[in-house]
């Protein structure tokens, strides 16, 4: 097991090293001159000279290797760089800006685990019931409908017609319902699927139809012996869907007027802010592979067959 | 005992429903500048934010422009650029995923290696952020989703061409000394075409989706062009007032993804209406499920709705 992780690490380290170079290369190659930009920031019509001081200014007259060396290292001793747009610390925006990302997220992501996980194991209760055949429609509505607009009908509903919610803003718990919901709302519905699919296989394996014929409650089965044997499919597939939550909150972030990380990453792209998307690129990235690299080694804490065919496929 | 009868007659209805509410659309949209009952550019800014009258049936926006003719010049904005997007994504995918099949070895490697880099990543990041390097237009939106959409497409179409070179067909042509590019033309792209255009079928849907979203973020279609997902922002300061404005292009919207993702999941399952099915689509998707099981399906890594409600 130790050698797993350890060697699992390493290729997360290699597979962020590489990223790291091609997300400098991607945007250090992008067409359009940063000096040029900044220099038209500081002054209309900027003449060639302004244009060289600021390019010496940033350090773009250097080599590309020199350049991306630099830039890594800043980053590694906490220096993220400065806004090409508000001249501002990259490092200080996104320790302003990252919890509110964070809190979006979590929120959105307790509801799509409890929803999710509560209306597959309700179906497995009740196999054709009314939860359960309500699922499949659900979850297509769900996916299908933009959030942009799941939110618009959401506001329109909780706090234009019944004024029980605020319509934007991020204040406090009342202000983070309607975020979070729809947010979490694809995600939820994907899990109950995926759950629902996981027990049902779950369910139709001999030991549930021993302890069926020991007289056993099913739902006593379900519980105990289904749900703890889907624990790694479930733990895979909701990893997947934190991913597409993070790209989900930018859209969720711009409507409700969050000031977030994924909205700075939006104003980024906007403005084309090369030094701030960069940085963002980065720490996505990284957080994606710290994220399948936790899941890779949990299942295999979590299930003992996975460990058991690892060792197997060593010797 | 009626009542259940109803209930099955209704769902054996929805791809036929499905593929009416699209073809509607796709009606409606190629129409559009002929039954388009006013310009949907034309500004009247004397009567901004109207109810609906005879004059504007849906109404006005907040300069005078007609919502109806807007939605309709929507659908034609919309389904043109899924169009675009998804040929794009279709050839590139084609021509990459068979050059794969074809070369092996180290190409291949490479080429296939290209393709996990673009799925693993979520596809509204690297849209984003091609957006991002090549500054926001209409043009570069269209190139941002190709880009994002033709991986799945190379190796659905290399998993295919793969299972189709071994069959003793294939060997026979070789045996009689036809060309490499003559096979591949004549024999294995026809063979692979079939199950590659049922997943795009349930793709479309999400294409049309993440225009709209690209759109709504202000890095799409631009103003004043109509389009949906940019009508729908431009609306939200007066959902208050006229939700309208908001309602009716995200319900359009919504109706063309359910659309596809109903049709596509149909296809896939073999329930496609009559004029459509035939004992070919039948062979197409058994072909399809053979090769996405061999290509390792769950780094497909988008999650369609034919996954989701399988």
């Known amino acids: 097991m130790r050698r797993f992780i350890i060697r699992r690490l390493g290729t997360s380290l290699l597979v962020l090293a590489v990223s790291s170079v091609v997300i400098f290369l991607l945007v250090a190659s992008a067409p359009g001159d940063p000096a040029q930009l900044v220099a038209e920031r500081q002054s209309f019509g900027a003449d060639r000279e302004t244009v060289e001081r600021v390019r010496k200014e940033l350090g773009l007259d250097r080599p590309l290797p020199v350049q991306y060396i630099d830039w890594i290292g800043d980053i590694a001793v906490g220096d993220l760089g400065t806004s090409l747009k508000t001249q501002t610390d990259i490092g200080s925006d996104l320790a302003e800006r990252v919890p509110v990302t964070a809190r979006l997220l979590i929120g959105a992501a307790v509801f799509a685990l409890v929803a999710g996980c509560g209306l597959a194991v309700l179906g497995t209760f009740w196999p054709g019931g009314f939860v359960d055949r309500m699922s499949r429609p659900l979850a297509l509505l769900s996916v299908s409908i933009p959030s942009f607009y799941l939110a618009a009908l959401l506001v329109l509903l909780f706090a234009v017609g019944l004024r029980w ?60 012996d289904a749900v703890p044997n889907i624990a790694v499919p479930t733990m895979t597939a909701f990893a997947a869907q934190v991913g597409l939550m993070v790209t989900g909150a930018i859209v969720v972030e711009s409507i409700f007027s969050w000031q977030g990380a994924s909205a700075y990453f939006l104003e980024a792209v906007r403005f084309r802010d090369f030094p701030v998307m960069q940085v963002w690129l980065l720490l996505f990235a990284a957080a994606f592979i710290v994220l399948n690299t936790f899941v890779d080694i949990a299942s295999r804490a979590i299930d003992p067959r996975l460990r058991r065919a690892m060792a197997e496929g060593m010797s | 005992m009626a009542r259940a009868r109803s209930v099955l007659v209704a769902l054996r209805a929805v791809p036929k429903l499905s593929l009416a509410v699209i073809a509607a659309f796709v009606l409606v949209g190629a129409l559009a500048p002929v039954i388009a009952p006013v310009d949907p550019n034309a500004q009247d800014l004397l009567r901004p934010l109207e109810g609906s009258s005879s004059a504007h049936l849906l109404g006005t926006d907040d300069l005078g422009r007609d919502q109806l003719s807007r939605l309709m010049q929507g659908a034609r904005t919309s389904l043109t ?83 189709i070179k071994t069959r003793p067909y294939i060997e026979a042509v070789q045996l009689m000394g036809a060309r490499q590019s003559w096979i591949m033309f004549r024999h294995l792209l026809p063979g692979a ?18 225009v709209a979203t690209l759109s709504f973020l202000g890095l799409g279609v631009q103003p004043p062009n109509a389009e949906w997902g940019q009508m729908l922002v431009s609306g939200l300061p007066f959902l208050e007032t006229n939700p309208g404005l908001v309602i009716y292009p995200g319900l359009a919207l919504t109706l063309v993804v359910v659309g596809f993702n109903l049709l596509g999941e149909a296809v896939a399952l073999d329930k496609v209406p009559r004029p459509l099915s035939r004992r070919a689509v039948r062979r197409r998707r058994a072909d399809a499920l053979d090769a996405l099981a061999a290509a390792d399906a769950p780094r497909l890594g988008r999650t369609t709705a034919g996954e989701v409600t399988a």
């Open chain 1, 165 to 224: 919610l605020p319509s934007q803003g991020d204040s406090g718990l009342r202000s983070s319902l309607l975020p979070w919901f729809t947010l979490g709302l694809a995600p939820a519905a994907v899990m109950a699927r995926v759950v629902r699919v996981a027990l049902a296989e779950s369910m139709s394996r001999p030991y549930v139809t021993t302890a069926l014929s020991k007289g056993r409650k099913r739902r006593e089965i379900v519980i105990r």
């Open chain 2, 81 to 163: 650029a899924a169009a675009l997007v998804l040929g794009g994504a279709l050839v590139i995918g084609l021509l990459i995923g068979a050059v794969a099949a074809m070369r092996g070895g180290l190409v291949d490697e490479a080429l296939m290696r290209l393709t996990d880099v673009g799925l693993s990543l979520p596809s509204l990041i690297t849209a984003l952020a091609t957006l991002g390097l090549l500054g926001p237009s209409y043009s570069n939106m269209i190139l941002a989703l190709t880009i994002v959409w033709w991986p799945a497409y190379a190796r659905l179409t290399r998993a295919l061409i793969i299972s």
């Open chain 2, 193 to 210: 075409i079939g199950p590659v255009l049922v997943y795009a079928t349930a793709d479309a849907g999400f294409i049309a989706l993440s």
